[in-house]
């Protein structure tokens, strides 16, 4: 056993429950459901601001609480289970830095294009290929942590993120109503995903008697 | 160094490392910040007293520290890497490279 594969069975055991895909899907089908409803609301509606300031408060719970909640549930589910993993904290070298620039540079460019294309009159013809840039760059995330951990269960979610982005984008609804409902569609299919991964880790691990393991 | 040198540090391995079980302990341990004793357990695919006793040799040399503690009433073993054992693993792994090395030249 290399040092990789020690780390990428690590990760694959921290997926494998399906905790982590209900986390994320609780997130974006919450961000994807303001988002439309700011949408529909309008600039002009009173509560516009309250609306916007709902969607950063939840995405700031969510990044608290999944924390605490997450925790929480890995030490009364996976951990009597399947055992108890931490990873090493996060390290600043030479190549987990240059890593977070690209990522930045890569998120600004994405972030500016879509400022961009969402302020372009012809809304319609162009919301239909920001869906389908989104569904393909989930899918490529996907993959790549599908390839590394082995999990299949993500090579279809990385099929369905490349089906649910075309879907939206052949409805052309725009740019913003296009990333709110991917967000929206991919949030639900996360949750269920989720939820069949965790069904399936409860019916195959047994709660193990720590008593009996332990040395 | 030259080859015969090296293979010659074949001889100097650790050999409290080069043994498989607790190799692939301290490969999982390396990469982690902390495991508990279950996961080794599943992940490794020996027995209990099998690990246990791994575990104990691997404490005694100080290249890995065993904390028992209780996660509400069940008792947990966590196993982590210690800088000694850290330090042991990557100078093991350089000899056997370099081993490997001179062996393909």
Redesign the interface.
């Known amino acids: 056993m290399n040092t990789q594969s020690a780390l990428n069975r690590a990760y694959a055991h921290w997926l494998k429950d399906g905790l982590f895909e209900i986390g994320i899907g609780v997130l974006l089908t919450g961000v994807g459901t303001l988002r439309a409803i700011i949408h529909f609301a309008g600039e002009k509606s009173a509560a516009y601001y309250w609306l916007i300031a709902g969607l950063l408060v939840f995405m700031f719970g969510c990044a608290f609480g999944f924390n605490w909640i997450g925790k929480a549930l890995k030490a009364r589910i996976t951990y009597p289970r399947t055992g108890y993993i931490a990873f090493k904290p996060f390290s600043f070298n030479y190549k987990s830095i240059l890593g977070m620039i690209v990522l930045l540079i890569f998120a600004g460019i994405l972030g500016g294009m879509l400022g961009m294309l969402s302020t372009l009159p012809n809304q319609q013809k162009i919301g239909v290929f920001v869906p389908i840039g989104q569904g393909i760059v989930g899918a490529l995330a996907l993959t790549y942590t599908a390839q590394r951990v082995g999990i299949k269960r993500l090579y279809y979610l990385a099929a369905f993120s490349i089906g649910v982005g075309m879907v939206i984008g052949a409805l052309g609804v725009g740019v913003v109503l296009g990333i709110s409902f991917f967000y929206l569609c991919s949030g639900l299919v996360l949750m269920v995903s989720g939820s069949v991964a965790l069904m399936q880790f409860l019916r195959s691990h047994e709660p193990v008697d720590l008593n009996s393991v332990s040395q | 160094m030259n080859d015969s040198d090296t293979l010659q540090s074949m001889l100097d391995v650790d050999r409290l490392i080069h043994e498989p079980a607790r190799?692939?302990i301290l490969?999982?341990l390396?990469?982690?910040?902390?495991?508990?004793?279950?996961?080794?357990?599943?992940?490794t695919g020996l027995g209990?007293g099998n690990l246990?006793s791994h575990?104990?040799r691997l404490e005694e040399a100080e290249y890995i520290t065993?904390d028992?503690t209780y996660?509400g009433k069940?008792?947990?073993?966590?196993c982590r890497l210690t800088g000694a054992g850290q330090a042991a693993f990557e100078t093991y792994r350089e000899q056997i490279k370099n081993v490997v090395t001179t062996m393909y030249r």
Do not use: M, N
């Not at chain 2, 390396?30 to 992940?43: G, I, K």
């Not at chain 2, 069940?74 to 966590?78: A, G, K, Q, S």
């Open positions: 190799l692939i490969s999982i390396y990469v982690l910040e902390s495991a508990d004793f279950l996961y080794l357990l599943r992940e209990k246990s575990l104990t065993i028992k996660r069940t008792p947990v073993t966590i």
